[in-house]
């Protein structure tokens, strides 16, 4: 079928591709004119405004936004909308805060457009691995675009079948699925981010605990403000942590894509050299943890690695100030220097 | 080669079976008869004491106890080397704590035998998928049990190599890595676990945020005792749990072994029906929380799923009551009932 | 000077007893006749109906809303703006999210109406030891109703005087302080209780921890569904935790008031009993951890103390269920019974 | 009665001195000659060796052992305990490990020698506010030193009676404690100084909370790299931290000795200056997660204190550097510099 993209980043470029490999057709806009072209030289139709755009796809409408920051993504979901008919469909497919669906789907849905949120994993990979697609809105627009979820999506050959699951697969099971009404599919993304941060946090202290697993190798101060270390002997070990990252690619409990990534990035700079250890985050795992504290629900580890990246960042500087504050008053401790 | 198992278990089994497709020979000794019998029955050579067990290894010899928890395996590890000789081997391949391996190690050494300590992942699993192997001990032994090693990983074909691998494959892409002197192994194995322990959290925790998605559906108490939903219109989904699980299957940023592991237990039951959700730890989390304690270095994801198995059995039973106390004298809060 | 007092509940009615006593005159309302006739005994003005309120206040008129939940709080505001002229007073005293007092602060100060937020600390205690308050709102507003704060703040004698403040004591040193534009008081009064979770929950677990510092003398199981303890000889301890509680309240570093309350409960029932360990809260911790999250900034532990009061009530239970579940996929663990 | 101090550093002294106001008699010792003669100065007998000392003291001798860091205790109690007679009692007040007073307390006691633990609190102002006592040791030993315990105390007056408590006080009222055998008073003075840690780190982040009240005036980046702040106008106060925490230390729930610490902090320098906010830890913080963990209970807050700590001090690089690395592997994203 058709499908217009708005958007030709890293992400929005791969999803045409892998569309176009798969025979649809694909209308692509960009404000950046270079991103155009080298798509249409791929195969999809350019468009050189968003009136071009519009014009060169067929009613009724099928247009996926996909540009990088949240509000960005607004004014372009308004702007386009403002040049479509009843009928049409808007798919958002970035990091959007699903609150802004549930508005944007109830001011979209007065004019008779219909508004999906598709949740899209995959990152950099995608084109190859495909995308895994988490999906919210009216049930007949999301069955409409079942042709393009289930190109983009890896297919159920991706991994093997779980155990019980027989017969003709599942949306699900090929790697996309309708999550419920607007918001829905970018609130189900937005969780799955969360426990990405949980993973990857997970990962990166263990890492940290083995890279440190020869404390009592490294001299010591030995003085009232630093802790002792009982037993020096139990931290002896210097260790290879890229080959362990990839010794537990095989067979191990904590199998896992994330695993892979640390593997390979562990074999090109087994220090990480070039890393400052400044850990951005982009909103997903706020909201997720945000999301635990409103429903009640308890979410400590997400959390965690929430807060490990503002600290990262030094975003703590003023609480440790305080800390160090109070520990030369009632102790005369003065701060010790790096 | 020949390799002697003590204990018979889950795992000590399909290790012994692993190596007998393999084309190993096994002499196979548990207390429980029938187990030995029925490992017999497939290929193996059954002692039906401690002394036969010896008696029937080649030296020098190679044994691997399997016992299940710390205490036996001192035990027997003790009972095995007052009939062993010097040049022997013995292998301990449970969740040992490695400050015993560094103490045993030591003591054994003096008596000329070789100990090496090998963490062993892969659950139940182990038989078809291979088992992961940290390996602790001196370069020689390790050395000389590689063929062991080799039988029981999974092997560089379970998983895709890491770009920039490439010729002959290194120990740890075939599942198997000697990490360094006595205890080593099950250093990285305690920390494997660990971090094993967190990502059982992130997604944990990340699926209960979905599973109360419906949080503004539910009727909710409008007191002083009880916080308000600000907005319930963001907390009306009804989410389908194990669904979702799937569709992260393929082509998510979070696919993983355990993901897999979730995916089948909620296709078996959505609700989880018949668990209470007392989650029991079996000392690879503590330690790896103390380690990280010992080292100085944060590990605030690991040791939050820790504690949050410990909450689950209502460890903190006590200081909700003092929360509780203490709410009711500053405020007259009278607790609230279920 | 007159204040109206709206709610007479807990902190209402004693905070119209602290104004009468120091010669200020109240007219007090309440939707329960017999509050209200209660404290006219006392000496305050009663009304009986909001209308009788309104006419019983001089003008300009300062009236001070004390009612319990958000909800009510926002509708007693509304109602009685309905009532009031330009130029007249409202004190909202009670645990309102500041956001909302953003809204409708713009939204009266569009009638010529003046709103102040006025967070209040004290509970229960607060008639005799008085009240300290955070207050937000308009420079001129606040400026009037000094009297009022002036004689609701503990004073300067309630405390030492930190070491360096001479003079005409400030006003947050006699107990009260203008925080800001319209919702600075209940913000800082918000993150005032964050902290008092977060000190609360540091006071629960350490006692949680000397509780079981007998540990080692309790029979343990010993299977590989439950951690060791290597050495029970290190928690052989059977310590007296409300004398603990009591000693720590001359001259240690902890000294607090939510531990001279402790210490009180502790007293009356040393093992808590009546107390379940259901952990009530009631919003403002919630909201000091979305702060947090919103502005960047790591709040690990008031965000875990929080999360800890969810857990006391079995809101992790769905996860929980997803690790005893996990755990018998990959290890054929069966989830131990109580 | 008579005591004797080895160690004159900051507590020791102040020991002494608290003594010799209350009529006792005390021989000092320590290796700083010019510290001997300034008490001595100050009335109490100087000792210019291990030898001296013990001749100066009547037997059955009592002698304090006050010096700073662990191993120095050790090897100070050792020489000590050479030169003594059974019968004689050493008291260790410095902050060891109640797992090496229960090795020391059983090695000495072969030689009949008495050994206290004696967690003492109340830092630089110990000499003013009096000592808070935790001790541990064999009862007859315990009670040989009331006198001296009692003198050291704040005494009763130090704080109002907690409510039912009347009569002649307890020991615990007038602030020293026999709270168990070997070890048991450093075993409660460990778990103080962790809900110490706990109680500081609530006040830190909330203080921090506040500092950063101002996130939406400031300038933010508006990328794929950056999270969004949705409402930048919930974040625009600019709050006078020092008041605030000033403004707290009467009527709040807050109140603390902590709370009345920072304030003077803040008042001497309104952002810290001078700090850098690398926060040091002294062993009692780790030693009570350890018990936490060891024990079983979940112990949440007063983890996360310990671990913002090590972050404090960039404990953490490796970790953070390998999430920036793991997230420029899945999402091409480069790190951003500060």
Redesign the interface.
């Known amino acids: 079928m058709q499908l217009g993209m708005i958007g030709l980043g ?1 992400m929005g470029r791969n999803i045409v591709r892998r569309l176009l490999r798969d025979g649809h057709t694909c209308v692509a806009y960009d404000v950046d004119r270079k991103a155009v072209e080298a798509l249409a030289a791929e195969g999809a139709t350019g468009a050189d405004s968003l009136d071009d755009f519009v014009a060169k796809l067929d009613a009724p409408r099928h247009a996926w936004v996909m540009v ?4 960005i993504t607004g004014s372009t979901v308004r702007e386009l909308a403002a040049r479509l008919d009843p009928g049409d469909t808007i798919v958002d497919g970035g990091n959007t ?3 802004d669906d ?1 508005r944007r789907a109830a001011e979209l849905a007065q004019k008779g457009i219909r508004y999906v949120d598709c949740g899209t ?6 084109l190859e ?6 999906v919210g809105g009216p049930e007949d627009a999301v069955r409409e675009l079942e042709p393009i979820f289930a190109s983009l ?4 050959g ?3 079948r ?4 027989e017969g003709e697969p ?8 309708h ?3 607007a ?2 599919g970018h ?2 993304k937005m ?23 020869d ?1 009592g190798l490294r001299p010591r101060d ?10 020096p ?3 002896s ?4 942590v890229p ?2 990252t ?24 087994p220090q ?1 050299d070039g ?9 997903e ?2 909201w ?26 030094n ?19 003065a ?4």
């Open positions: 890293r990088p920051a949240g509000e805060y699903y609150r549930i994993s995959g990152g950099v990979f995608g691995r495909g995308f895994c697609l988490m999506a890896p297919g159920v991706a991994a093997e779980t155990p019980g699951r599942a949306p699900e099971e090929r790697g996309y699925l999550c419920g009404p918001g829905a609130f189900v969780v799955h981010n969360g426990i990405e941060y949980g993973m990857m946090a997970a990962l990166a202290e263990g890492l940290n605990i083995l890279h440190s697993a404390a030995s003085d009232a403000e630093t802790a002792p270390l009982d037993h002997e139990f931290y070990y210097r260790l290879d080959a362990i990839e010794v537990w690619r095989r067979g191990s409990v904590v199998e896992s894509w994330l695993l892979d990534l640390t593997a390979a990035a562990l074999l090109e700079s990480l890393f400052a250890g400044r850990v951005s985050d982009s909103g795992g706020r997720t943890a945000i999301a635990a504290i409103e429903e009640g629900v308890p979410a400590d580890v997400l959390t965690a690695a929430v807060y490990a990246r503002f600290s990262s960042r975003e703590g500087e003023f609480a440790n100030k305080v800390l160090s504050a109070m520990r030369k008053q009632f102790g005369g401790h701060e010790k220097t790096a």
